[in-house]
């Protein structure tokens, strides 16, 4: 029987309210107050047990860090998923894009805008919605193993 997989997955929303859709802010001085907990110890990511990391994902290790260690090679794990495209995996060749729905491309005084109908045009950031998902598992065989994924649909306004 396979082992549970414990993943620590971080969510972020793709596309913010700023036209440009970047992520990005400060974090706030309540945040920084709450990284003050003394660090008393760090982990290195291929020391981590499913144990350790269930219960890093709990909370239950806020003084310990997991240490990504500088020029570290993991395995990385790739999903895309939604209503516009996906990630079709094969085993005889590369994982390939599938286009779900026909989707159009037009740079127009050199903004790129989207389309499914050839009438409608929004920028990207309109254009889309979903959530971009980064995880870490640790596998029997491969060990820790970075899951990077995104899960896309197409953004559809209230007066469509």
Same mark, same amino acid.
């Given at each position: 029987m396979k082992?549970?997989?414990k993943y620590l997955f971080f969510t972020?929303?793709?596309?913010?309210?700023?036209?440009?859709?970047?992520?990005?802010?400060?974090? +706030?001085?309540?945040?920084?107050?709450a990284?003050?907990?003394?660090?008393?110890? *760090?982990?290195? %990511?291929?020391? /981590?047990?499913?144990?350790?990391?269930?219960? *890093?994902?709990?909370?239950?290790?806020a003084s310990i860090a997991i240490e990504f260690p500088e020029n570290i090679q993991l395995p990385l794990e790739l999903f895309l998923e939604g209503d516009l495209i996906?990630? %079709?995996?094969?085993?005889?060749?590369? +994982?390939y894009i599938k286009f779900n729905k026909s989707i159009y491309l037009r740079n127009y005084n050199?903004?790129?805008? /989207?389309?499914?109908?050839?009438?409608?045009?929004? +920028? *990207?950031? %309109? *254009?889309v919605t979903g959530k971009l998902q %980064?995880? /870490?598992?640790?596998k029997e065989v491969e060990g820790p193993v970075i899951t990077?994924?995104?899960?896309?649909h197409e953004r559809i306004s209230p007066t469509e």
């Open positions: 082992k549970c997989l972020v929303a793709l596309f913010t309210t700023s036209y440009g859709g970047a992520i990005s802010k400060d974090i +706030p001085a309540s945040y920084e107050k990284f003050e907990i003394e660090i008393l110890d *760090f982990i290195n %990511v291929h020391d /981590l047990t499913e144990d350790t990391l269930s219960d *890093f994902i709990m909370g239950k290790m996906s990630l %079709v995996k094969t085993e005889d060749s590369s +994982p050199g903004n790129l805008y /989207l389309s499914t109908n050839l009438k409608q045009w929004k +920028p *990207f950031e %309109v *254009f %980064v995880g /870490l598992s640790i990077l994924g995104a899960e896309l």
